[in-house]
């Protein structure tokens, strides 16, 4: 399939190209709302990276089958952000995700896996003696086995600053928590402190890259529902809030760097602190000069300054006005992505959501300019799941598609590779736009940050993308 017939009309620069699998056989308070509410741990060590791994690695699934799984559950976590905008008046976290990070707890200490998730903020994990248990991978922790569990009092700050807190009724002045993720998952349990190992891949607490941190602030779970939790052992949270890992520890700086769908056999990174501030200098200038030697006008990577929303603390929002495609500004509204007074919409980047969704009258513009632009049959079989898919005609190892631009507050582009919103399958004769439509909030997810290096400055309150081959990292 030639260019020209594909694309007469449209100039070389509006388009990109996108490679086709040819083989598809793998098979809440005030005080909630800062970082800086809760004393800081200050950890002796200059920062660790973590291995994610994505949940459905190693099953034996299709691109498209690994899409739709992540689509329906982004679909179950759209619904508990799209009842935050119903709810305004108290925060909602997301609550599930797609990566897995190792780590290990207590003394000895004992490894697992828990979600990764920037929507929320509380670290917790399930603990015994459990009346409602999820099955996990890996026992359950028991503090009795640990010689630094050590419950906190419902005067401390930690227990302040939970959305929903209450002193024992057993009269020991622990704090009980409750922490709801929009639906009917949440976790209910005692907060403790506990040390906790990070860096080492194998999770068990004594490799090489291993570093032990002591009395980091979570939740020990003992009454723990949600279809979304079974994939790991809890969850750490990265959110902007003070319980969050990051912000329990004061770090300046972290990021992920998330490898593409096609593979799941390539590894996805987590930067914590120093580890996160080394790989952004590094990567920029290894980016820049690659760049600069491709092309003089080469785009390298965009900083953005986050939004705070006071009704959503956790969220890192981002300031886009508008979406280009093929060269063609949509006649979006800028203020469609703004936040209301009362903390509704606006749009967040998020890792646990696979595809990006828009508000809806925004997505039917980027849908209707696709559908122009592209020049294919659109297909209506609905087998994807995805709302926009066109029919390949037969043999076709790749297809030129529109150039997806994301203008932001300041005149920051994200110009985004081909492969991070059109997801194609040369066997099953589709490509489909890996985006889809929402109510009042709208969510950049996963497949658009695919091979970027995603930058959370949280001193500057800036958030960048830097092009990456992330499995290189």
């Keep these: 399939m030639g260019s020209a017939s594909l694309r007469n009309s449209l100039l070389l620069s509006t388009l990109v190209v996108v490679v086709l699998a040819l083989v598809a056989s793998f098979s809440v308070p005030a005080l909630a709302t800062s970082r800086q509410a809760l004393r800081r741990i200050e950890p002796e060590h200059t920062g660790f990276k973590v291995v994610l791994k994505h949940i459905d690695s190693g099953k034996n699934l299709t691109k498209f089958e690994r899409l739709q799984r992540g689509i329906a559950r982004g679909q179950h976590r759209l619904q508990k952000l799209s009842k935050t905008e119903m709810e305004a008046e108290s925060p909602i976290h997301a609550g599930n995700g797609e990566f897995l990070m190792q780590l290990a707890i207590g003394t000895p200490a004992e490894g697992f896996s828990a979600i990764m998730d920037t929507g929320s903020d509380l670290i917790w994990t399930q603990c015994e003696p459990c009346s409602q248990c999820f099955h996990q991978p890996t026992p359950i922790f028991n503090p009795r086995n640990s010689s630094t569990f050590a419950t906190l009092s419902c005067s401390s700050q930690t227990c302040q600053a939970l959305p929903s807190a209450t002193c024992s009724v057993r009269g020991d002045g622990s704090c009980e928590y409750f922490y709801s993720y929009g639906d009917y998952s949440y976790t209910q349990g005692v907060m403790a402190t506990e040390t906790f190992t990070f860096g080492d891949s194998s999770g068990d607490g004594h490799g090489q890259d291993a570093i032990s941190i002591s009395k980091v602030a979570f939740g020990c779970g003992k009454d723990n529902e949600g279809g979304g939790f079974s994939q790991g052992a809890g969850l750490v949270g990265l959110g902007r809030g003070p319980l969050s890992l990051v912000s329990q520890f004061g770090v300046p700086e972290f990021s992920y760097c998330l490898t593409s769908i096609d593979d799941d056999s390539k590894i996805s990174r987590l930067f914590i602190g120093r580890q996160a501030i080394n790989i952004t200098t590094t990567t920029t200038t290894t980016t820049a000069a690659a760049a600069a030697a491709a092309s003089p006008t080469a785009t390298t990577s965009i900083t953005i300054p986050l939004i705070q929303n006071p009704s959503q603390p956790s969220f890192y929002y981002l300031p886009l006005q508008g979406i280009s495609v093929g060269g063609t500004r949509l006649p979006i509204n800028p203020s469609t992505f703004s936040l209301g007074d009362d903390g509704s919409g606006g749009l967040i980047i998020d890792s646990g959501t696979t595809i990006t969704n828009l508000e809806e009258s925004a997505f039917e513009s980027v849908r209707r300019e696709f559908i122009f632009q592209t020049k294919l049959p659109v297909d209506s079989s609905g087998w994807s799941g995805l709302d926009l898919c066109f029919t390949l005609p037969s043999g076709t190892t790749q297809v030129e598609v529109p150039r997806l631009v994301l203008h932001f507050e300041g005149g920051s582009d994200l110009d985004l590779p081909g492969n991070n919103y059109m997801i194609g399958d040369s066997t099953l ?45």
């Design 429 to 473: 004769g589709l490509i489909c736009l890996a985006m889809g439509a929402s109510t009042g909030i709208s969510i950049l997810g996963n497949v658009q940050q695919q091979n970027m290096l995603v930058v959370h400055d949280l001193e500057k309150e800036t958030l960048s993308f830097i092009p990456t081959q992330c499995d290189q990292l």
